[in-house]
């Protein structure tokens, strides 16, 4: 396919978005993991958490804003993406951008509860005396919301709607040919770590299922594959050629 075949302005526009989700995400999930120990600290008790994010203080709190605004700028990116490719042989159905705008807004509103609901419940165990019926009132607080909004909603979710929509996106690209054939399947390539890492989610509530620890992966090999197809993207439309070797699109 020629690049005239393309709204060019807008593939640009998508592919610096998709470049920056993926590059800008990083900057606070840095800070998270040298500030708390993301994402390993999730599976401490809930005492060791709260505490934790407490001496964290603003600066703590301001790193889980940012990070949750990353979620919602690739929910921005994604309707980008559909509005470059919402024509022509690489069409990127309307209904697969829809579930890369949900799955960015629900990750987002489900991080928020870093910046707006735990606060409080941490300031709330720290001050409380030990064994008090206030620290068990916010250990209880903390464990729901963390399952719920954070489990629930943020990860199971708002992985499988990103499932979804790396599928469609992975098969939109793959369809421009050349390069980005390659680059395209290399999305989908990633999409058997996400499903497998469900059960490590689901095991929380169905302990017979095994704790397969397989996401940490499955989003470091994704977002490295986000960041190629913005690249890309950008390559593509002003007309420069996109090397990618068979070896390493495998």
């Known amino acids: 396919m020629t690049n005239e075949e393309f709204n060019r302005p807008a593939l640009i526009k998508a592919g610096v978005a998709l470049t920056a989700v993926a590059v800008l995400a990083n900057i606070p999930y840095g800070a998270l993991i040298a500030l708390f120990d993301y994402d390993d600290v999730l599976r401490r008790p809930a005492s060791e958490v709260l505490e934790l994010f407490d001496a964290g203080g603003s600066t703590l709190v301001f790193a889980w804003w940012t990070f949750a605004l ?34 960015g807004v629900i990750q987002a509103s489900a991080l928020l509860r870093w910046t707006f609901a735990i606060p409080g419940i941490a300031t709330t165990y720290v001050q409380a005396a030990e064994g008090s019926a206030e620290r068990a009132a916010a250990i209880s607080s903390y464990e729901a919301l963390n399952t719920f909004a954070g489990v629930g909603m943020g990860e199971h979710l708002g992985q499988v709607l990103l499932m979804v929509w790396t599928f469609g996106a992975g098969l939109a690209l793959m369809r421009m040919g050349g390069a980005m054939k390659w680059i395209g399947a290399a999305g989908l390539v990633t999409l058997p770590l996400w499903v497998v890492g469900q059960a490590e989610l689901l095991s929380l509530s169905m302990p017979e299922l095994p704790a397969i620890e397989l996401l940490p992966y499955a989003f470091m090999g994704w977002e490295l ?26």
């Open 70 to 103: 990353s979620a919602f700028g690739f929910a921005v990116a994604a309707m980008l993406l559909g509005e470059a490719l919402k024509n022509g042989k690489a069409k990127l159905a309307t209904g697969f951008t829809q579930f890369g705008v949900l799955s």
């Open 225 to 250: 594959w986000l960041l190629v197809v913005g690249v890309a993207l950008v390559m593509k439309a002003i007309g420069k050629p996109v090397a990618v070797s068979h070896a390493a699109a495998a």
